[in-house]
C-alpha cells in the first residue's frame, strides 16, 4: 500500500497540505539564515521550498529514495539552493557532523527502522544542530484520511489493517514524537500540534486524489473492485460536511517534534 511513484500524482493528494505544515514548521525552528539543512525523505520538495524561502536556508539536501518524487523536487526548486540526493533514511549519502538542520516531514512512520534513522539524522547533524519532523495526525485531526479510513472501515472490517491511524498509532502522537526523539538521545525535545485548512471546492476536489494509487489510501483505494470503490464514493460523499456552495472544510493536523544534538558529541552515534 505504501506507493510512491509518481511525484506529480501525490501534489493534489497531500502535497498541498503538506506546504501549508511546512511553512509553519520551519518557522518554529529556528535555524539562522544561511544554514546547511539535509531534509531526510525529500518527496516533491514542500520541506525543503518552506526552508529556503522562510528560513533563509544557504544549501538543502533532499534526500528522497523515489525517482519520481526526486524528479519533481529538482524541477521545482532548480532555481534554489537546493540538491537533491537519491538515498534514504537509513543510510543518508550526507557527510558526518556537516548540517545546521536535519529535518523531515511525512517520513518518520514509513520508516523501516526508526532508531535507525534517527541514529542517521543525528550522525549528519553538527553538535547544537535541530534535528525536527512532522507526520500527520492519522487517528485524529487529519480529517481528510480520517474520514476516508473511516467510510472504508464501515464498508469492509479488513480495511482497518491499512488504516494508517491503526498502523501509526505508536507515533502519530505528540507523545510518541517526544519519545522516539528523546529516545534516540536528542536534547531539548519539544513537541507541538500544527493545525491547517484543508478546503476542497467541491466532492470531486476530494475525492480524484484517491484514485491516483500514490500513498497508502490511495492504494487501498485502487485495490478495490469497481464496484467497491463506488460505494465508497458515494458513503464519502453522504457523510462529509459540503457547505451550500458545495466546498468541503476540513482540517489536517500533524504532530511536530524538535530536538537538538547535544553539544560535543562524537560523530559516532548508535541506533
Known sequence: MDRWVEGDLYEPYVGRWSRLVAERFVDRLGVPEGATWVD?????????EAAIRRAGAGHVIGVEPSDGFLRVARDRLRH?????RPGDAGT?????????AVVSGLVL???????????????????????????????GEMQMMRAFWDAAVALDADARDADE?????????????ATAFASAGLEAVDAWAIDVPTVFQDFDDYWTPFLTGQAPAPSYCMSLAEDRRSALRERLRAT?????????????RAWAVRGREPAGTTAEVSP
Open 92 to 100: 543518508l549519502p550526507v557527510e558526518t557532523s556537516s548540517s545546521d
Open 80 to 84: 534554489l539552493p537546493f540538491e537533491g
Open 40 to 48: 531526510v525523505g525529500a518527496g516533491t520538495g514542500a520541506l525543503a
Open 165 to 177: 491511524g491503526v498502523r501509526f498509532a505508536d507515533l502519530a502522537t505528540a507523545e510518541g514524537m
Open 109 to 139: 512512520n514509513f520508516v523501516p527502522d526508526r532508531a535507525e534513522a534517527l541514529a542517521e539524522a543525528r550522525r549528519v547533524a553538527r553538535p547544537g544542530a535541530v534535528v525536527a519532523a512532522y507526520v500527520w495526525d492519522y487517528a
Open 240 to 252: 462529509l460536511p459540503a457547505e451550500a456552495d458545495g466546498s468541503i472544510r476540513l482540517v489536517a
